[in-house]
């Protein structure tokens, strides 16, 4: 397992495999934003940088890969990737689950951006051995995502499914409690690479 691994990750941080990558999320995160603007033309412009979740999350992202292909750590967007790639990633998932058991039917539109969605989520945690952020990013990166989830759930800006609407307090507190366990799972990363670098000290 060790060793399938080791090989996955020469593959996962190869610079052509990086550059690949920045490419699918470019193209991910041009695609988000077009498919929130029709939400956009309805909200108010001191909401808009609020509204577009996912693609901010891969736009977080695609300057993080910038930052390892010039041999930098971003730390900063390391860690808003992280938390946002895994919170809005399982979010979507979770959403187009609910609205399959609600409605029956999510088409393949529906299938595509759980699919899509999923990846997100998984690029996230498949690059925890890249990540060099700290506490203090963390904790700015907490904030981001915790003061999204009151503009979303106390002023009304949560990405829009009609179907779901008569769930709007629970789907609140679900997505609450999946911002916490991912900037739990930011914390843990932290933690694990400090207490490797005082074994090793």
């Known amino acids: 397992?060790?060793?399938a691994w080791t090989q996955l990750w020469m593959i996962l941080s190869h610079k052509s495999f990086l550059w690949i990558l920045l490419f699918i999320n470019i193209l991910g995160s041009v695609y988000g934003y077009d498919w929130y603007m029709w939400q956009l033309e309805i909200t108010e412009p001191k909401f808009w940088i609020f509204v577009p979740d996912s693609p901010t999350a891969t736009l977080f992202?695609?300057?993080a890969i910038i930052g390892w292909l010039l041999n930098r750590n971003i730390k900063l967007m390391e860690a808003l990737a992280l938390i946002t790639?895994?919170?809005y990633g399982l979010w979507a998932v979770a959403m187009n689950g609910l609205t399959?058991?609600?409605t029956g039917s999510i088409g393949w539109v529906g299938?595509?951006?759980i699919g899509s969605h999923f990846a997100m989520a998984l690029q996230g945690i498949l690059y925890l051995p890249k990540y060099k952020f700290t506490a203090w990013h963390i904790a700015i990166a907490a904030i981001w995502t915790l003061?999204?989830?009151v503009i979303d759930y106390v002023f009304g800006q949560m990405p829009i499914y009609h179907d779901l609407t008569q769930f709007s307090p629970q789907i609140g507190?679900?997505?609450f409690w999946l911002s916490i366990a991912c900037i739990a799972i930011a914390m843990w990363n932290y933690k694990s690479r400090?207490?490797?670098r005082m074994l090793k000290a």
């Open 1 to 3: 397992m060790r060793m």
């Open 61 to 63: 992202f695609c300057i």
């Open 85 to 87: 790639l895994v919170k």
């Open 100 to 102: 399959l058991v609600v």
């Open 111 to 113: 299938w595509m951006l």
């Open 147 to 149: 003061h999204n989830d």
């Open 173 to 175: 507190y679900f997505t």
């Open 194 to 196: 400090l207490d490797l």
